[in-house]
Structure formats: structure tokens, C-alpha cells
């Protein structure tokens, strides 16, 4: 029989939410509201997506998909790769935590956080600066609890 919670367990929304709220990554990035699925203002701005990489193993109970932080500066070029390291860096390190927290009703469990590569400096066509890194995050459909 097919077990389809495993769908449930989105890692792409589970990171991004919990980067969203946390305060090492606000104050990295300068403030609050920087997070978030799509490549906008306010920089340096990071950017939760779906990874390229990863593994569903069986499509049960745990996979281990692939995040990707993408962190941009602004157009101008501002702040430099040094900077957005630093940042993507502080992002990756804060994603981690999620493997401390506890279970929640209703919630993905992640398991375990852990690089898929290299930090890589990867500025868009128009100069737009932009540090990608590559996370594995094992993850296993929400727990119900009685």
C-alpha cells in the first residue's frame, strides 16, 4: 500500500519558514521580511527554492531532497562575495538548528541538515551578485500525535 503523507513533508517550506523567523539570519541580512521564495528587494535578500540534487530513496518515510539558499545583493553590486558568504553561510548554520527542535502536530521532522556541495559564487547575467549553497535536508512526513 502506497503511503502518501510522504508528500506532506516539504522541506522547501519547512526551511523556508523557519529561516524566516530566525533571528541570526534577520540580523545577517540586515532585518526582517529578506526571506522568502522569490528573488526581491529589499538586499541582500535570501531565496528558499527547491534544490537540484538530493534523493527520494523509495518515496517512504524519510527522503532527502536538496534546499537551495540563494543569497542576492543588490544590482549595484553591493554587498560583495565576502559578505554573501558570510550570510549564506549563517543561513546554512541556522537551518541546521531545525534538526534540534522538537516535533510539532502537523509538522515535517527533520532529521539532519547537511551541505550538498560547495558555497558557490554565482552572479546573474546582468551583474546581480548571488551565492548559491546546496543543503540536504532529510526529512519524514508529520508526526500525529493522539
Known amino acids: 500500500m502506497t503511503t502518501y503523507n510522504v508528500a506532506d513533508a516539504d522541506p522547501v517550506a519547512t526551511v523556508l519558514a523557519w529561516l524566516a523567523e530566525h533571528p541570526k539570519v534577520a540580523e545577517a541580512l540586515g532585518g526582517p521580511g529578506r526571506v522568502s521564495g522569490v528573488r526581491e528587494a529589499p538586499w541582500p535578500h535570501l531565496r528558499v527554492v527547491p534544490g ?31 559578505a554573501l558568504r558570510r550570510i549564506a553561510l549563517v543561513c546554512a548554520l541556522a537551518a541546521k538548528e531545525l534538526v534540534d527542535e522538537p516535533s510539532r502536530t502537523g509538522h515535517p521532522v527533520v532529521s539532519s541538515v547537511r551541505p550538498s556541495g560547495v558555497l558557490i559564487d554565482s552572479p546573474l547575467a ?13 526529512v519524514h512526513p508529520p508526526q500525529e500525535f493522539a
Do not use: K, M, N
Open 126 to 138: 546582468d551583474g546581480q551578485p548571488r551565492h548559491i549553497f546546496g543543503l540536504l535536508i532529510t
Open 52 to 82: 537540484f540534487g538530493g534523493d527520494l530513496r523509495a518515496l517512504e518515510w524519510a527522503t532527502e531532497p536538496e534546499v537551495s539558499l540563494e543569497v542576492y545583493g543588490d544590482p549595484s553590486g553591493w554587498p560583495g562575495p565576502a
